[in-house]
């Protein structure tokens, strides 16, 4: 009885050890669209994330490499929507680079960031360049109206992407979930396995 006991404890210490390598061995990157931004986030698990991780990003249909950039302690990585990538309407592939081989992908949609505010940076270089003309009286200028709920169009936009940003890294930690299912019925089917020949052993020894 007591071998039994202590080939059950084997067990289901060597079923611990095949999970925790199994889980350092997987890593995943997820990505969302925030403001004129992607943000990536990367981990092997909910607690232990990617640091100093390379991420690629390409234009999904062509492979072709629009830029790159390294995660933080975090495991974060932010860029801003590339300018190509809105006008050619790219579907946008991430390729997460964790060392010793680990790999991991992500594709960002066009329609997810297809009505994303444009950075300010962009948006100035469209302008047309202004013409110099005399200089006007000054008139006076009424202030500008305010919503009738008292918040302009860019206050509630903070609002609402402040309340959003628990979501998103909620769907990011449900993402990194640790083993899959097949991981631990798989372990659950070995332990299972060593109790049967633990009990043709006792069996063969007591008959």
């Not at 930690?173 to 070995?190: A, C, R, T």
Request: negative net charge.
């Amino acid at each position: 009885m007591n071998r039994l006991i202590i080939a059950v404890c084997l067990a289901l210490a060597a079923t611990l050890c095949l999970a925790a390598v199994s889980e350092a061995h997987k890593v995943n990157i997820f990505a969302y669209v925030d403001g004129d931004r992607i943000v990536t986030d990367s981990g092997y698990s909910r607690t232990s994330r990617v640091h100093q991780g390379e991420v690629e990003v390409y234009d999904a249909a062509t492979g072709t490499l629009l830029l790159s950039g390294k995660t933080d302690d975090q495991g974060q990585f932010a860029f801003v929507i590339p300018a190509a990538a809105r006008e050619k309407k790219m579907d946008l592939r991430l390729l997460l680079k964790a060392g010793q081989g680990h790999q991991a992908e992500w594709t960002v949609r066009y329609d997810e960031f297809a009505d994303a505010p444009r950075p300010a940076s962009d948006m100035v270089a469209e302008e047309e360049p202004a013409v110099e003309s005399a200089p006007a009286a000054p008139v006076a200028v009424a202030p500008a109206a305010v919503p009738a709920g008292g918040l302009t169009a860019a206050q509630v936009e903070s609002i609402v992407r402040r309340e959003v940003e628990p979501l998103k890294r909620m769907v990011a930690e449900l993402h990194d979930s640790g083993p899959s299912m097949v991981e631990i019925l798989g372990g659950i089917g070995w332990i299972f396995g060593l109790f049967g020949v633990a009990a043709y052993v006792r069996s063969r020894r007591n008959p």
